[in-house]
């Protein structure tokens, strides 16, 4: 890299710089141009001496001074000198740091021996500490190991580097600032959705006739616009612990413990510019021993492929156990399987509720653990090199989920309770079927049945969805890509007598009462196209899609399906579209356009029009 022609003759200069290598010129030369009070070489007696630029002054240390006469005389360009300069002074840092500590050790030994030699000898008698010049060659290579093994480590010596373990270590994180519109159009139902999450996490509902009246149930908004601005910001960390493990974790906003959106309403949580709370969003370890499978612990992202968000919503964080495996066969063929177990809601160890004696219940209840177990398998195929499709079936079975009809049970008041209240859900969007839980005995504290009916809501139908994935991925106008996603579910557990036996919702068509039939469903579909970059990373990346959805009120749980579709859940229909666009690198602004209305139960339709400006780093 640095060979010149000097006097007709290569030199090699080499990183380190030394003074000899540099004097592999001319001798004469070299010793002219460095000395200016040396005479003349003899061949050419009336050559004039040569003078070091004014513009480059004198240094003291002479090595450098060479170098830059180097440059001078067009042997050496100026990047070139200046990085063997660098390098000269930084190995001259480490040479000075190990000289100054073999010297303090030298000391520190000759101090030792000095009191050794004291205390054994007579008093009076006088020493003069001596150390072989071989032990403090010795020394001095041994502290310039340690030197140049702490500089190495902690990259002291070569400034801009990070030490080892930090380049292990990445940061990483997102903001995002969003403006939605909900508009909801003439003919909803005023009494709106049933709200059965806010019931099931606050105190139970009074059933009685009197005020179960359809405008008495807690309900979601159906007839008034509402405008606001959200915020979304996410920091994590993922630290690779070498020999296949890693592990991870991030933060994020979030206006509640939802677990399927981060998203903070700006004036919400108390208003009046109040701070926001922080959420533990991931926090994971996965191992992978080989290349073809990974091993996951913790909270973490959904490890199923999902390409839409029909069934799994895309800021949905799984809890468990999983495992990915993967192999490659051939170069276009690459066949995969999933499986995990997720605890959904988990038991207090102290089993239950207190109930006292006054309904003659147990004091204790029976566990209620929920559990979400998955299987998937699937492939990935390069038909050529234009065309990719993947494809990927998959089961998944909600356990415990479905809500249990209580043993007779006597209800004075609000906080009394029964032996089936934990089977309700903790969290819901809207959509499913539900049931009542209590089967409360009649009497005369109660009038029998017409008042104190203080009820909890469970859903109503076991939940075991088949869900098979599709994609098609065409690159036939490259860079612009062509994809169509698809996927279609199915509630294999569905019992349709069932719930029309015990379905307190979804009842008819233009009504909230119990009169009619029930009319939900088990099934659901999406189809997207999507034109464009398929990721939106730099200035003047895009895309654009549109698509439908068509998801039946029981085809799967609603609480971590898409929150945005409809305003969240299951039991919706209609379309969609919206486009993306790199505003620099990392920065992207969208903007989409959702439509849905009810498939079942009380008219209800919704308009969202969401505007985002997304940043990642």
Same mark, same amino acid.
């Given at each position: 890299m640095f060979g010149r022609k000097l006097n007709r003759r290569r030199c090699e200069i080499p990183l380190a710089l030394s003074l000899s290598t540099l004097l592999c010129v001319n001798p004469a030369l070299a010793q002219s141009e460095t000395d200016p009070q040396a005479p003349p070489p003899a061949k050419n007696s009336d050559q004039k001496r040569a003078t070091v630029s004014k513009a480059k002054p004198m240094s003291p240390n002479m090595s450098i001074n060479l170098v830059n006469l180097l440059v001078k005389r067009g042997a050496l360009s100026e990047e070139e000198a200046q990085?063997?300069?660098?390098?000269?002074?930084?190995?001259? !840092?480490?040479?000075?740091?190990?000289?100054?500590?073999?010297? $303090?050790?030298?000391?520190?030994?000759?101090?030792?021996?000095? $009191?050794?030699?004291?205390?054994?000898?007579?008093?009076?008698?006088?020493?003069?500490?001596?150390?072989?010049?071989?032990?403090?060659?010795?020394?001095?290579?041994?502290?310039?190991?340690?030197?140049?093994?702490?500089?190495?480590?902690?990259?002291?010596?070569?400034?801009?580097?990070?030490?080892?373990?930090?380049?292990?270590?990445?940061?990483?994180? =997102?903001?995002?600032?969003? /403006?939605?519109?909900?508009? /909801?159009?003439?003919?909803?139902?005023?009494?709106?959705?049933?709200?059965?999450?806010?019931?099931?996490?606050?105190?139970? /509902?009074?059933?009685?006739?009197?005020?179960?009246?359809? !405008? !008495?149930?807690?309900? !979601?908004?159906?007839?008034?616009?509402?405008?606001?601005?959200?915020?979304?910001?996410?920091?994590?960390?993922?630290? =690779?612990?070498?020999?296949?493990?890693?592990?991870?974790?991030?933060?994020?906003?979030?206006?509640?413990?939802?677990?399927?959106?981060?998203?903070?309403?700006?004036?919400?949580?108390?208003?009046?510019?109040?701070?926001?709370?922080?959420?533990?969003?991931?926090?994971?370890?996965?191992?992978?021993?080989?290349?073809?499978?990974?091993?996951?612990?913790?909270?973490?992202?959904?490890?199923?492929?999902?390409p839409t968000d029909i069934v799994w919503s895309k800021e949905l964080g799984f809890d468990g156990a999983a495992v990915q495996v993967k192999h490659d066969v051939g170069d276009d063929f690459t066949p995969f399987a999933v499986l995990g177990a997720f605890p959904i809601y988990n038991t207090d160890l102290n089993a239950g509720i207190n109930l006292g004696v006054n309904n003659g219940q147990p004091s204790k209840f029976k566990n209620t653990d929920k559990w979400l177990f998955g299987v998937q398998v699937g492939f990935f195929r390069e038909i050529n090199p234009e065309t990719a499709v993947r494809f990927g079936v998959a089961y998944y079975d909600f356990d415990n989920v479905q809500g249990k009809y209580s043993d007779l049970c006597s209800v004075l008041n609000a906080s009394d309770a029964c032996n089936t209240d934990l089977t309700r859900p903790s969290f819901a969007q809207k959509g499913n079927t539900y049931r009542t839980l209590r089967n409360i005995e009649s009497t005369a504290s109660n009038t029998y049945g017409t008042t104190s009916q203080f009820q909890y809501f469970g859903l109503a139908s076991e939940y075991r969805p088949l869900v098979v994935s599709a994609q098609a991925d065409f690159t036939h106008f490259n860079p612009a890509h062509i994809i169509l996603d698809g996927e279609y579910v199915t509630n294999t557990a569905f019992d349709r007598s069932l719930l029309r036996t015990v379905a307190v919702n979804n009842i008819g068509s233009g009504t909230s009462t119990k009169s009619g039939v029930f009319n939900g469903g088990n099934q659901g579909w999406l189809g997207r196209l999507t034109v464009g970059d398929k990721e939106i990373k730099q200035l003047w990346d895009w895309n654009v899609h549109a698509g439908y959805k068509y998801l039946e009120s029981d085809a799967t749980v609603d609480a971590f399906a898409d929150a945005d579709f409809g305003l969240g859940g299951s039991n919706l229909q209609g379309y969609f579209l919206g486009g993306n666009l790199g505003l620099s690198q990392n920065v992207a602004a969208s903007l989409r356009w959702m439509s849905a209305k009810n498939i079942a139960g009380a008219p209800y339709a919704v308009d969202v029009v969401q505007l985002d400006v997304n940043a990642k780093f």
């Open positions: 990085g063997l300069i660098k390098q000269a002074e930084d190995e001259a !840092y480490v040479s000075r740091q190990a000289t100054k500590d073999a010297a $303090a050790k030298a000391s520190e030994a000759a101090k030792a021996a000095t $009191a050794a030699a004291s205390a054994a000898e007579p008093r009076g008698a006088r020493h003069v500490t001596y150390v072989p010049e071989i032990v403090k060659q010795q020394l001095r290579e041994q502290i310039k190991q340690e030197v140049m093994e702490k500089a190495k480590n902690e990259n002291w010596a070569s400034p801009g580097l990070y030490p080892e373990w930090a380049e292990r270590i990445h940061v990483y994180g =997102d903001l995002r600032g969003r /403006y939605q519109g909900s508009f /909801y159009p003439q003919g909803n139902d005023p009494s709106g959705t049933p709200n059965f999450n806010q019931i099931n996490t606050g105190s139970p /509902y009074d059933n009685s006739p009197v005020s179960s009246n359809p !405008y !008495y149930y807690p309900t !979601y908004n159906s007839d008034q616009n509402r405008q606001q601005y959200l915020l979304r910001a996410r920091l994590g960390l993922a630290a =690779d612990l070498t020999n296949g493990f890693a592990a991870g974790f991030r933060f994020a906003t979030g206006q509640s413990n939802s677990p399927v959106s981060t998203n903070q309403t700006l004036g919400a949580t108390g208003g009046n510019f109040s701070k926001y709370s922080l959420w533990l969003d991931r926090a994971f370890l996965s191992y992978k021993p080989f290349d073809d499978a990974t091993f996951y612990l913790g909270r973490f992202d959904n490890p199923f492929w999902s």
